[in-house]
T-cell receptor
Framework: SQKIEQNSEALNIQEGKTATLTCNYTNYSPAYLQWYRQDPGRGPVFLLLIRENEKEKRKERLKVTFDTTLKQSLFHITASQPADSATYLCALPNFGNEKLTFGTGTRLTIIP | DTGVSQNPRHKITKRGQNVTFRCDPISEHNRLYWYRQTLGQGPEFLTYFQNEAQLEKSRLLSDRFSAERPKGSFSTLEIQRTEQGDSAMYLC????????????????FGAGSRLTVL
């Protein structure tokens, strides 16, 4: 099964700066990778999906990259705001695309 | 449609008691998932249904756990003889499977049911 590592259990970033979160996986390269946001006491909310043939995906202030050679995805939040403070999870499908395996998450705090 | 609904949101029980959680998925979604999440960890897969068929169960799901999805609509997760180690957030999610590897499986989660076993 896939092993996923999200380094930086917690990350503190000054407001206005760019936050960069990392997701590394160890086994087969999946057809796509997803990022979710989770606020305390709530379920995860889908943010972005990037496919294996896409190098980069953007949505407003969010940018995701996917490097299948490095087996890594980077998640960037530009012009960060305190409202971006949350835990961010990366998720990969299993080989049969029936279920997602989640990383442990990175708790991001944007300091005003 | 109001999204994925889970009840109860919080449950406190004594060790040895049985508890049941309910999940109402998005109506047009054919897949339903149960995950468990403990503090500081990501969601861990427990089981999933495609329509009414339970297609996979994790090794985490001991014989004290049972899940059902009658008629492919809502689902229940029952834990019998609860133990303190069962304390966690139980998350339900649903998705629409378009089949094959090209269709991405994007999950919509409920707010979760937090279980505390005393």
């Amino acid at each position: 099964s896939q092993k996923i590592e999200q380094n930086s259990e917690a990350l503190n970033i000054q407001e206005g700066k760019t936050a960069t979160l990392t997701c590394n996986y160890t086994n087969y390269s999946p057809a796509y990778l997803q990022w979710y946001r989770q606020d305390p006491g709530r379920g995860p909310v889908f943010l972005l999906l990037i496919r294996e043939n896409e190098k980069e995906k953007r949505k407003e202030r969010l940018k995701v990259t996917f490097d299948t050679t490095l087996k890594q995805s980077l998640f960037h939040i530009t012009a960060s705001q305190p409202a971006d403070s949350a835990t961010y999870l990366c998720a990969l499908p299993n080989f049969g695309n029936e279920k997602l395996t989640f990383g442990t998450g990175t708790r991001l705090t944007i300091i005003p | 449609d109001t999204g994925v609904s889970q009840n109860p949101r919080h449950k406190i029980t004594k060790r040895g008691q049985n508890v049941t959680f309910r999940c109402d998925p998005i109506s047009e979604h054919n897949r339903l998932y149960w995950y468990r999440q403990t503090l500081g960890q990501g969601p861990e897969f427990l089981t999933y249904f495609q329509n009414e068929a339970q297609l996979e169960k994790s090794r985490l799901l001991s014989d004290r756990f049972s899940a059902e999805r009658p008629k492919g609509s809502f689902s229940t997760l029952e834990i019998q003889r609860t133990e303190q180690g069962d304390s966690a957030m139980y998350l339900c999610a649903s998705s629409l499977s378009s089949g094959g590897l090209l269709g991405a499986n994007v999950l919509t989660f409920g707010a979760g049911s937090r279980l505390t076993v005393l």
